[in-house]
């Protein structure tokens, strides 16, 4: 079957530091990958679009600048989280799939300190 | 900009009783995902239904595509149903990036 995984599953990291954090598709060929952050509020933002050999898409309020993402190929993505501050922290999910269906890791709790 | 809207927003059931989630879009959906997270976060697809009735185990899906609505039933609820369930659609068409809704949490007691 199709899984995705992410790791670290938990983080903490200071104020101001920066963290990366790691999505793994296995069992099936990920031609896009979605990076979303659920905030304590609970509400899924979506930050950025990868697809392999595409340029990445960031949605507003997101940049480049502050979450590079990675995909090299189609099984993994990388995402990491520049200067994290208090608003940074939640739970980032990665979604990756083709154009029917979108399958989760189980996310990375981000806590800044 | 396109949203996706559930109701309730909260559910409480004794176990066996059947629950009636809705999801209601402003646009023309491309794709429909139902998920269920767990209490730990942990997201689980259920159904990608974008138009018409599925069913997997206890669950239907029904979404009626003109009317930008989708619904998911689950009948004779379990205490493992307990969580939130989210509906997921995509509006592109494109390489699919899912817009949530805000889910509808959902407590089944024994």
């Known amino acids: 079957g199709a899984l995705v995984y992410q790791y670290p599953r938990r983080t903490i990291c200071k104020s101001g530091t920066s963290m990366r954090m790691e999505c793994q598709a296995v069992?099936?060929?990920?031609?896009?990958v979605a990076w979303y952050r659920q905030s304590p509020q609970k509400t899924f933002e979506l930050i950025a679009l990868?697809?392999?050999?595409?340029?990445?898409?960031?949605e507003q309020n997101f940049t480049q600048e502050k979450f590079p993402i990675s995909h090299p190929n189609l099984s993994f993505s990388s995402m990491t989280v520049l200067n994290a501050y208090l608003e940074d922290r939640g739970l980032y999910l990665c979604?990756?799939?083709?154009?029917?269906?979108?399958?989760f890791g189980k996310g990375t709790r981000l806590t800044v300190v | 900009g396109q949203q996706v809207q559930q109701s309730p927003a909260s559910l409480v059931l004794q176990e066996g009783e059947n629950a009636e989630l809705q999801c209601n879009f402003s646009?023309?959906?491309?794709?429909l995902q139902w998920f269920y997270q767990s209490p730990g976060g942990s997201l689980v697809s259920l159904l990608s239904?974008?138009?018409g009735t599925k069913h997997t185990g206890r669950l239907t899906s029904t979404t009626v595509t003109k009317e930008r609505r989708s619904s998911l039933h689950i009948s004779s609820s379990q205490t493992t149903d307990s969580g939130t369930y989210l509906c997921?659609?995509?509006?592109?068409?494109?390489?699919?990036?899912?817009?949530f809704g805000k889910g509808t949490s959902l407590v089944v007691h024994p």
């Open positions: 979604g990756a799939g083709g154009h029917t269906e979108v399958f």
């Open positions: 069992g099936f060929q990920a031609t896009s």
């Open positions: 990868s697809t392999v050999n595409s340029a990445i898409k960031y």
């Open positions: 646009s023309t959906a491309t794709q």
């Open positions: 239904n974008p138009s």
């Open positions: 997921a659609i995509d509006f592109s068409g494109g390489n699919y990036k899912p817009t």
